[in-house]
């Protein structure tokens, strides 16, 4: 009798809702929750305490007053039109999002173009070429991003030329000195529409001629020259309308004065297209650094492909270029997708240290200078940490959806 209830009462523990699983982990689940509630009304709690007794302002309501400080001329002030009493801190904050993503664009499309070539390189049984490709990766990846910034702008600062002076490249279309880089800008004619429409037309319709061309070499195994046509429909397409609707475009050539008073010479203002030597010295930080990373993603990938996928593209008539780019490539993007996402995502990241030289990105211009000058720290901390997330979350998405593309299809 005695064992019986026992048993009993041990099978009536085992029925306890403690050992059912479901209601285990609703119960944790739920007190994750209660403590995470309380903890942000904790510190929404202290935060409202702490700003009233700073007599503090709070609210969004500073983004429509007027700014009084002067920004760097770069692509975010050309596109906003900023001016020095009329524009706004919305403004100054769309500035610094427009720099920050110019930098990172550029930035990340240069790494990766060279980053290929590198890790490319870093396999190829040239002495000369793999020995570059080694020195450039373990040199620049193991030298502090900041310190490769502060170098190239001390470069560009201290080794050009002054500002009434400049070096004169292509064939004197373009110069640089001290001030920047200033290029020719071109500047639109009524018609020139006509020519925008007809490149889109053509990357539509090289993007069709791809899937068809896939389509057919599934078919017949022949492969149709894609690239050809695709450039064909891209440059050929919107040039012939371009000549045909009389050319409505004309470039804009930077002038350099060499005469006059001394104060007046050198390029002059509003004329051409011109980049500041704060952002051509962020974005080769940014894109030397990263790219020596993404050499070894690339070197890794190519080397995790078995080598009979080589040797039988060979037994096949192909060449190495063609084995590369047809055979081995396309397996390897799937081993470097996911770590190069990761190095997109740190050059995003990094390029806020743009703010040690004054390029007037996100947190140089907004969280600093105009931060400095309204006083509402937690606003605008969270609009500039809103900002990267944003652009982290939509490129990690973008990446994300490559990837599956470029997965085998499985039967």
């Known amino acids: 009798m005695a064992v019986q209830d026992s048993l009993e009462a041990s099978a009536v523990t085992q029925k306890s809702i403690i050992y059912d699983p479901k209601i285990r982990a609703i119960f944790f689940q739920a007190l994750t929750l209660v403590l995470l509630v309380a903890f942000f ?34 692509l975010g002030t050309y596109m906003v039109d900023f001016q020095i009493g009329a ?7 769309w500035i610094g999002v427009i720099n920050t993503l110019a930098v990172a664009v550029v930035g990340i499309i240069g790494a990766t173009i060279l980053g290929f070539f590198l890790g490319i390189m870093r396999l190829s049984r040239n002495v000369v070429l793999g020995g570059f490709a080694m020195i450039y990766v373990e040199t620049l990846r193991n030298v502090p991003l900041l310190l490769q910034l502060f170098f190239w702008y001390r470069i560009l600062i201290e080794q050009l030329p002054g500002k009434r002076a400049a070096s004169s490249l292509f064939f004197g279309l373009a110069g640089l000195n001290k001030t920047g880089l ?69 470039w804009q050539v930077p002038l350099f004065h060499t005469d006059g008073p001394m104060l007046k010479r050198g390029y002059e203002a509003g004329v051409g297209m011109v980049i500041k030597p704060e952002m051509i010295a962020v ?32 037994a096949l008539g192909l060449r190495a270029g063609p084995t590369l780019r047809l055979v081995v490539i396309p397996q390897a993007m799937r081993v470097i997708i996911p770590p190069l996402t990761s190095q997109y995502l740190n050059l995003i990241k990094n390029s806020s240290l743009a703010v040690a030289i004054a390029y007037p990105d996100v947190v140089s211009v907004f969280a600093g200078t105009a931060l400095n000058q309204v006083g509402q720290e937690i606003e605008m901390i969270f609009m500039m940490m809103l900002v990267y997330l944003f652009f982290s979350i939509v490129t990690a998405l973008f990446m994300n959806w490559y990837n599956s593309r470029m997965k085998l299809a499985e039967r």
């Open 41 to 74: 009304s904790w510190i929404t709690y202290n935060t409202v305490e702490n700003l009233a007794r700073l007599d503090k302002k709070s609210g969004f309501g500073f983004l429509f007053d007027t700014t009084g400080f002067q920004i760097l001329t770069t």
């Open 283 to 314: 974005t080769l930080a940014l894109m030397l650094y990263t790219a020596s990373f993404i050499a070894e993603i690339v070197r890794a990938g190519i080397l995790a492909i078995s080598h009979g996928q080589t040797e039988a593209a060979h």
């Open 182 to 250: 200033y290029a020719p800008v071109p500047v639109q004619e009524p018609g020139f529409w006509i020519t925008g429409v007809m490149f889109f037309v053509g990357i539509a319709g090289a993007i069709l001629l791809n899937k068809w061309s896939a389509k057919r070499q599934a078919m017949t195994g022949q492969r149709f020259p894609v690239w050809w046509g695709a450039a064909g429909l891209i440059i050929g397409l919107p040039l012939v309308v371009f000549v045909l609707s009389g050319s409505p475009l004309h």
């Open 87 to 93: 524009s706004t801190y919305l403004d100054v904050f």
